[in-house]
């Protein structure tokens, strides 16, 4: 099955729509919205829907129950339920304006952007000099975005929970060497801070172990560099993240480096 017909099973399967609030619960209820239902029978399906979106869905950029090898792709394993709820949240509501948006042209336009295919996806684009060929187009946080805004356009609330639910029980990724930067400098930097450099200890917030609580992620075990891409969003301004803005400002590439390859390290 190529990738436009595997693309166009999963929509027609409702496996990327909730069901709007009044509409009957359909027998096959797992792949379903939850409509107006409420209580555990409202948990149950979302649940199972939750279940069948991170192994038919998730699971391409993610990686299997969230542990993915991929640096450009977050490891969603073990990651704050509500951390990871508020970000769905957040992609959900971009799109809420969008009226003319579909999850088909987020898609079309992720498949243009990130990968370099364009329709009837048969072939990479060889166009010389142009800018959408995957050698050329590595990750890029605004183009990534897209592609989650579709994804979470039209979930709903408690698959939404759900899905961060899961995978916050899922196993966690162990701690690895980083292929670049100085773990014991990070170490310091994350433990201590920069006083010098505006850096306050990351663990004030993040904790000492890098786990994370609430609605602060965790770090710990996270691909150094999707890291290290976060934290130049944040710094840019890309990723509205103003304490995180104000504290990394004056950290330069290696200091980026330094911490990113310390909580990858970390279990």
């Given at each position: 099955?190529?990738?436009?017909?595997?693309?166009?099973?999963?929509?027609?399967?409702?496996?990327?729509?909730?069901?709007?609030?009044?509409?009957?619960?359909?027998?096959?209820?797992?792949?379903?919205?939850?409509?107006?239902?409420?209580?555990?029978?409202?948990?149950?399906?979302?649940?199972?829907?939750?279940?069948?979106?991170?192994?038919?869905?998730?699971?391409?950029?993610?990686?299997?129950?969230?542990?993915?090898?991929?640096?450009?792709?977050?490891?969603?394993?073990?990651?704050?339920?509500?951390?990871?709820?508020?970000?769905?949240?957040?992609?959900?509501?971009?799109?809420?304006?969008?009226?003319?948006?579909?999850?088909?042209?987020?898609?079309?336009?992720?498949?243009?952007?990130?990968?370099?295919?364009?329709?009837?996806?048969?072939?990479?684009?060889?166009?010389?000099?142009?800018?959408?060929?995957?050698?050329?187009?590595?990750?890029?946080?605004?183009?990534?975005?897209?592609?989650?805004?579709?994804?979470?356009?039209?979930?709903?609330?408690?698959?939404?929970?759900?899905?961060?639910?899961?995978?916050?029980?899922?196993?966690?990724?162990?701690?690895?060497?980083?292929?670049?930067?100085?773990?014991?400098?990070?170490?310091?930097?994350?433990?201590?801070?920069?006083?010098?450099?505006?850096?306050?200890?990351?663990?004030?917030?993040?904790?000492?172990?890098?786990?994370?609580?609430?609605?602060?992620?965790?770090?710990?075990?996270q691909h150094a560099d999707y890291v290290v891409v976060q934290l130049k969003a944040i710094q840019s301004g890309a990723r509205a993240v103003d304490q995180m803005q104000a504290l990394i400002a004056n950290l330069d590439e290696n200091d980026l480096a330094a911490v990113a390859a310390y909580v990858q390290s970390l279990n």
């Amino acid at each position: 099955m190529n990738i436009k017909m595997k693309v166009l099973a999963l929509l027609a399967s409702g496996l990327l729509f909730g069901i709007p609030a009044g509409t009957a619960l359909a027998e096959d209820s797992g792949t379903k919205g939850v409509g107006n239902f409420t209580g555990a029978h409202v948990d149950k399906i979302a649940k199972e829907r939750a279940g069948k979106l991170a192994g038919q869905w998730c699971q391409a950029c993610h990686g299997r129950n969230g542990q993915g090898t991929n640096p450009i792709f977050p490891i969603l394993a073990a990651q704050s339920a509500e951390y990871l709820q508020a970000q769905l949240q957040s992609f959900h509501n971009l799109t809420q304006d969008d009226i003319d948006v579909t999850h088909e042209t987020y898609y079309e336009r992720w498949i243009r952007n990130i990968t370099g295919w364009r329709k009837p996806y048969t072939a990479y684009v060889h166009a010389e000099g142009d800018e959408y060929k995957y050698d050329n187009a590595p990750r890029n946080e605004e183009r990534a975005w897209d592609f989650m805004k579709g994804v979470a356009r039209d979930l709903d609330e408690p698959t939404m929970k759900a899905l961060a639910e899961y995978y916050s029980k899922q196993p966690a990724v162990a701690g690895r060497p980083a292929a670049a930067g100085d773990v014991a400098r990070g170490k310091v930097m994350f433990e201590e801070g920069d006083p010098a450099k505006g850096l306050l200890a990351c663990q004030m917030c993040h904790g000492p172990d890098g786990h994370g609580q609430g609605p602060i992620p965790r770090l710990a075990g996270q691909h150094a560099d999707y890291v290290v891409v976060q934290l130049k969003a944040i710094q840019s301004g890309a990723r509205a993240v103003d304490q995180m803005q104000a504290l990394i400002a004056n950290l330069d590439e290696n200091d980026l480096a330094a911490v990113a390859a310390y909580v990858q390290s970390l279990n």
